[in-house]
């Protein structure tokens, strides 16, 4: 589900786990989740990646090999292929229907920075344009960050 932004596997997550835990998960996290329409805002997703990276959502060994496989996507067109050398990006895309996303942790020498840019067009058609936009923002705050 996140080397390769599976939506099948996420609805067999939420299936199995259940939508009232869920979303009592999300509010634990501070989040306001519900699963049948499946969306965070920018803020919450940042706030998601934060807690997977700073180690506080999982433990150790769990928040190493997640961290792993968002460094191994099947889709690093996006933030990855726009951050300068020497930073090194976790992320979890996602592209469906009209929506086109990345969401990530920029990070380099112990300082790290939620970066989450969502797009919508009408449908993926407009991918190589949206890609572009997704380019030049993760450009820009990576240069005023690092």
């Given at each position: 589900?996140?080397?390769?932004?599976?939506?099948?596997s996420?609805?067999?997550i939420?299936?199995?786990?259940?939508?009232e835990?869920?979303t009592?998960?999300?509010?634990?996290l501070?989040?306001?989740?519900?699963?049948?329409i499946?969306t965070l805002?920018?803020a919450?997703?940042?706030t998601?990646?934060?807690?997977?990276?700073?180690?506080?959502?999982?433990?150790?060994?769990?928040?190493?090999?997640?961290?792993?496989?968002?460094?191994?996507?099947?889709?690093?067109?996006?933030?990855?292929?726009?951050?300068?050398?020497?930073?090194?990006?976790?992320?979890?895309?996602g592209?469906?229907?009209?929506?086109l996303?990345?969401?990530?942790?920029?990070?380099?020498d112990?300082?790290?920075?939620?970066?989450?840019?969502?797009?919508?067009?009408?449908?993926?058609?407009?991918?190589?344009?949206?890609?572009?936009?997704?380019?030049?923002?993760?450009?820009?705050?990576?240069g005023?960050?690092?």
């Open positions: 589900m996140i080397q390769q932004s599976d939506n099948d996420w609805s067999l939420m299936d199995a786990v259940g939508h835990e869920l009592e998960y999300a509010a634990s501070g989040v306001s989740y519900d699963p049948e499946n805002t920018p919450e997703m940042a998601i990646l934060a807690g997977v990276y700073s180690g506080t959502l999982l433990n150790a060994g769990d928040t190493a090999e997640l961290l792993s496989y968002m460094q191994d996507t099947n889709y690093e067109t996006l933030i990855p292929a726009a951050v300068p050398e020497g930073i090194t990006v976790f992320h979890k895309y592209l469906l229907g009209g929506e996303h990345d969401a990530g942790i920029l990070a380099r112990g300082t790290a920075y939620a970066l989450v840019i969502y797009t919508k067009g009408q449908d993926l058609s407009d991918v190589p344009e949206r890609t572009e936009v997704i380019h030049q923002l993760t450009q820009a705050v990576a005023a960050l690092f």
